[in-house]
């Protein structure tokens, strides 16, 4: 089985590979199309900001290589939201497997939220392969200023002030808003989940 | 719910663990990443390591042992020691550390902290703050609390988070090594004045010390050292002693 990491300029692809290794899986960073194409499984890391992203994807016709893929894809953080239709951060027009907007948190007037939001929080509505074996209300780490809303594709939940999508899933497409590769045992059994699919 | 965050900081020193009291008598507590990993099984939310070596060679090692804890450690981990550049700041991150802290050199030069947060994103950059009590303020300390500036915490505090820091990491060095128990009002002013999460450092003897600091001071996390060291609290007795008095705590 091959373990592919798209290569992109964003960051937490070290830590990826790191929590595969973990898994006794080695994964092969690269942005080579043919070489992501052969791929068993995909991962789409990122952490970093939406509209540079979406230029580099372009600039190497990635992003069109990354919609058409077939076999089991997972989005992380940014590389979920890059997923989706598009995003408030400097309104940039993403990928659009999931027809979902991802948007800023704001704080309510009575209240000062802090942005981002870093940290563990708990995520439920567990409706996908992906969490098997995973408790409801598991904690997640989560790093990340904008969320993608609540959607058809939502199979999981978590609230920050909001309910928003933890992680959605659409055919071969999955992802998630937090780090697995970051959140201690029912982190890497979702990591686990994923490279069985 | 967002969970408050409990987080043991490593002192490293020539790739040990080390931990001073008011900073200084430095005593030997451990491998770095046996105590890391360790404390990540216990349920620790993050760890810090603070890397207080001043040789040359520092650079090379401290990107060597990040590589390392990176490989063993599944909880997101901090860097901070000595880090002046984005040159820097790039190699830890590229070793797999999630976030970096930096403190006098931000202070120095505050052109800094808005080069970090361009370059890698305001998520992992932890302005330090070392402050003292005096004259009737909190004033910020430079060179691991050497070295007095006439600038108050709070001030240095808000300037950074309008620069671009994703968090604050607030010493009390009259706290410090005390056991008596977190600053209270200090805490309190930056968390519930700022928008981006504050980490209260210095003072933790007991459990109630960390129940005070997330009910009165409101702060997003709270980072010790010593009294995990040397086992005086362990961090599942812990947790579950907030978790008993309401607060949310991850397990």
Not at chain 1, 44 to 64: C, H, I, N, T, W
Not at chain 2, 152 to 176: H, P
């Amino acid at each position: 089985m091959k373990t592919v990491i798209i290569k992109y300029n964003a960051g937490n692809i070290r830590s990826v590979l790191f929590a595969l290794d973990r898994l006794g899986v080695e994964g092969v960073v690269t942005d080579n199309p043919e070489e992501i194409k052969a791929a068993d499984k995909v991962i789409f890391p990122g952490v970093g900001e939406a509209s540079s992203a979406m230029r580099y994807l372009k600039e190497r016709k990635l992003d069109q290589l990354i919609t058409g893929l077939k076999q089991p894809v997972l989005g992380i953080c940014l590389g979920m939201q890059l997923l989706c239709q598009h995003s408030e951060e400097n309104d940039t027009n993403c990928l659009g497997v999931f027809d979902v907007e991802v948007k800023r948190f704001q704080s309510p007037v009575d209240n000062l939220l802090k942005i981002p939001q870093i940290g563990w929080n708990n995520i439920t509505g567990l409706y996908c392969t992906l969490f098997e074996h995973v408790p409801e209300n598991s904690y997640m780490y989560f790093v990340h200023s904008y969320y993608a809303a609540l959607s058809p594709y939502t199979v999981a939940t978590a609230n920050y002030v909001i309910n928003y999508s933890a992680a959605l899933q659409k055919d071969n497409f999955y992802a998630v808003q937090f780090h697995p590769e970051k959140s201690a045992g029912e982190g890497q059994k979702i990591l686990e989940n994923f490279l069985k699919l | 719910m967002l969970t408050k965050r409990i987080i043991p900081c490593l002192d490293i020193k020539d790739g040990r663990t080390v931990k001073g009291v008011n900073f200084e008598n430095i005593r030997d507590a451990g491998d770095p990443i046996e105590l890391g990993a360790l404390y990540a099984a216990q349920g620790a939310d993050e760890l810090v390591f603070l890397d207080i070596t001043a040789t040359n060679e520092r650079r090379k090692t401290l990107s060597e042992l990040v590589t390392r804890i990176a490989k063993h450690v599944n909880i997101p981990f901090t860097v901070g020691g000595g880090i002046s550049s984005v040159e820097d700041v790039n190699v830890l991150l590229q070793s797999g550390a999630d976030k970096i802290s930096v403190n006098t050199s931000a202070f120095k030069r505050p052109e800094l902290v808005d080069e970090l947060a361009r370059e890698f994103g305001s998520q992992c950059v932890v302005l330090a703050i070392d402050t003292r009590f005096e004259d009737g303020d909190w004033y910020v300390y430079l060179n691991g609390g050497r070295v007095k500036t006439e600038v108050k915490a709070y001030d240095w505090a808000k300037e950074a988070v309008g620069r671009g820091a994703g968090e604050i990491l607030l010493t009390s060095m009259n706290n410090d090594g005390t056991k008596k128990g977190f600053a209270l009002d200090i805490t309190g002013k930056l968390s519930q004045n700022l928008n981006v999460p504050v980490i209260a450092s210095g003072g933790a003897g007991t459990m109630d010390h960390f129940m005070d600091v997330f009910e009165t001071a409101q702060a997003d996390a709270a980072l010790a050292a010593s009294i995990f060291h040397y086992k005086e609290i362990e961090i599942p007795a812990l947790k579950t002693y907030l978790y008993q008095r309401g607060m949310n705590i991850r397990f």
